[in-house]
């Protein structure tokens, strides 16, 4: 434990103890973007904001923020923040750990009377997660500009995702950019091992990989499963197996370079799925997410070979890999990254740089401002789930590596 | 094209577009056990069984029967019949080949004045199909005194079984074996493509192969397809997907021996299917089909081993497999099929020996008589589809055969 950190990890603990009682009673954590519950987690940070000294609105995006004015005028502002929805039966951290320790740097600030050049914003961005409108990032997209407007129409639940905005408090009529945001930074738990496994206590990230969805259809011949021999069957089951052990193989492969790379067979449906009919049609979706652009697309065509040799060998028909979504990966700001790692050195914090595989708001952030990240440990890797955990002294090392970074940055922007 | 078969292709053509016409008109060809439209079917082959000089009555299982006196008093009966239900969207022809088949036996003989030593009853079983109840060949083993009591209070579209015997005809509450049957025979189309590709116009029946239905669970990890490195991971994607080409792998060797065998992965279902999800859990069912039980042992044996093999590999938790069902198989007769080939041989047959690697009421009808089979070839080996179908000839000429062989069973039986 490293003391003198300028910030109260017991303000850390109340506040994701807070968040984590508002949550829907019988599937904890859950505090879904556009709902009831969402909307009451939202009342309590706006308070919890304000009593922080921050002036608070919600922008015409839907996105909740509390602004502590710097002292020189025009020189723009630094945002710091992440997202308060869960995903269903998700965890207590994941966003949160990062609004509660940017909170905490406000409050440091405030207890420390220390005045900043720029004006400092703390941000709820709304639906990071995937929303029950199919989309995330809904509220970073806004503030960048970067919402389609056809995404308004949208129905859930019984409404629109232009109606979703509105009660949030948001202006979906209105679309801008915003101009004045010099850096933004976001804590976040890791959701993966490697910190926990290298005993760090925070990674610096270089890059937000880019996510690729890839599609692939196998056609076979539904043939009775008793009656049609072995040899002159079309299974298309057993055609997709060697796809996804090739997937698999590939996936390793390009993993075990200097860049982040996975790959992920997460969806696979078959039909008819019935006991005595030989599989006719497997549809996959490949996860595959890589921080450089070329591992993507090497990976990309070395699938599309694995495909026409699947099928040479099994006389199934497969579609070409089609490109479900392609998201190309977002470096993180170089100058940022080495203010984090100052911010690091300058608190003791045993640091690691790394690729951040999950996607985050700071990738739509990056494409307005100089932009960075930070991760925290989280036991066992594990996120999206109710046993997420991270430990309180670990968010607050984080917050104190945030404060000593935004004290940096409003010196050298 | 065999002339002089004392037989009538037209009758036959006449009796499946008729059964054909009876379906439910939006999804050919259906006419599901305990539908309305099977009832409507049944009434049609209870007129055409009495125009057929036979006698009908339904049985306390629910079989449809016709009865044609032979003149040997005490000498017992010869049985010949098959189903007139089907699977949902099926064809015209399954099960039904073989009701017009024993049927224009019965008018052959009618038509030629042959009187038989032996009663002749021509069969319609109940519900050979896999039944709204879950539950198949209903009528055969209710004809041997086989059918669970526990069967008859399951419900299914607001009916018991119980009931639904009884609106076909039946009285649920006897039991009884009937034991003055001293032979069954049963025509069916091939349901897979060996007669058609080796140009066989009647297979002979060997056995019908044992059905061992067999559950695997795999279970990995749910983590995050993005954050968790690949070499950390437990994929029960990957784990299942080894399984499968193992099973597949031992299926094709075991089916290059000279006994019928065939395994098939027909459900395989994941878990949580989600795109950013690494899989947790896959669900194998396996359908394993053996003319031989010592296959079938041997197979059973060497899936388990591949199971250890494959959680070492992958660090998966993989259950045993566990044998869902396990029918053995069932020898037919060999005497009924020596007078089988006898008779193929008499009308000009091209016939081969052959197991039947789909279940049917004669599995059931052997184990209380002489019981054979003969298979006809249907297009492609094509079945359970809208698509199946077979020649009226080649069923004109499977009912010659049924004709001879019923001659000489009546003079040797």
Same mark, same amino acid.
């Given at each position: ?98 609004i509660s320790a940017a909170l905490e740097v406000a409050r440091a600030l405030k207890d420390q009377n220390i005045e900043l050049a720029h004006d400092l914003e703390i941000v709820d961005f709304l639906a990071e997660e995937v929303s029950i409108f199919c989309v995330s990032c809904i509220g970073s997209r806004g503030l960048i500009g970067q919402r389609p407007d056809e995404w308004l129409t949208r129905e859930a639940n019984g409404m629109t995702l232009y109606e979703g905005i509105t009660e949030a408090g948001g202006h979906p009529d209105v679309a801008s950019i915003r101009t004045d945001i010099k850096a933004f930074l976001e804590l976040h738990i890791e959701q993966g091992p490697?910190?926990?496994?290298? *005993? ?34 079309? *299974? ?78 099994? *006389? ?98």
């Amino acid at each position: 434990m490293i003391s003198n950190l300028q910030v109260d990890a017991d303000r850390i603990a109340e506040d994701i103890d807070a968040l984590a009682a508002i949550t829907e009673p019988d599937r904890p954590w859950t505090r879904r973007a556009f709902s009831p519950m969402f909307l009451k987690g939202r009342e309590w940070l706006t308070n919890r904001f304000a009593a922080a000294g921050l002036t608070t609105r919600v922008d015409v995006s839907g996105n909740l923020i509390g602004l502590r004015s710097g002292t020189g005028a025009g020189r723009g502002t630094i945002m710091l923040g992440s997202h308060s929805d869960t995903v269903p039966d998700g965890g207590r951290f994941d966003g949160i750990a990062g609004i509660s320790a940017a909170l905490e740097v406000a409050r440091a600030l405030k207890d420390q009377n220390i005045e900043l050049a720029h004006d400092l914003e703390i941000v709820d961005f709304l639906a990071e997660e995937v929303s029950i409108f199919c989309v995330s990032c809904i509220g970073s997209r806004g503030l960048i500009g970067q919402r389609p407007d056809e995404w308004l129409t949208r129905e859930a639940n019984g409404m629109t995702l232009y109606e979703g905005i509105t009660e949030a408090g948001g202006h979906p009529d209105v679309a801008s950019i915003r101009t004045d945001i010099k850096a933004f930074l976001e804590l976040h738990i890791e959701q993966g091992p490697v910190l926990e496994t290298g *005993d760090f206590d925070i990674g610096v990230v270089t890059a937000i990989a880019g996510i690729t969805r890839i599609e692939i259809i196998v056609e076979g011949r539904a043939d009775h499963a008793g009656t049609t021999p072995m040899a002159t069957r079309i *299974d298309a089951l057993t055609a997709a197996a060697r796809l996804v052990l090739d997937i698999e193989h590939l996936g390793r492969e390009f993993a075990q370079g200097a860049a982040h790379f996975a790959a992920t067979v997460g969806e696979f449906t078959m039909e008819p799925n019935a006991a005595n009919v030989v599989p006719s049609r497997v549809r996959l979706l490949i996860d595959a997410r890589a921080e450089n652009r070329a591992d993507m697309e090497r990976f990309i065509e070395l699938i599309g070979e694995s495909v026409n040799w699947v099928a040479a060998e099994t *006389d199934a028909t497969i579609s070409p890999p089609k490109l479900i979504s392609d998201n190309p990966p977002t470096p993180c700001d170089v100058d940022v990254q080495s203010c984090l790692d100052a911010a690091c050195d300058s608190v003791g914090a045993k640091y690691r740089r790394m690729a951040s595989g999950a996607g985050h708001d700071t990738a739509w952030m990056a494409r307005i401002t100089k932009a960075g990240m930070i991760f925290i440990p989280c036991r066992g890797g594990r996120s999206h789930a109710p046993e997420e955990f991270a430990e309180t002294e670990d968010i607050a090392l984080g917050a104190a590596v945030l404060l000593q970074a935004v004290l940096r940055l409003d010196q050298t922007l």
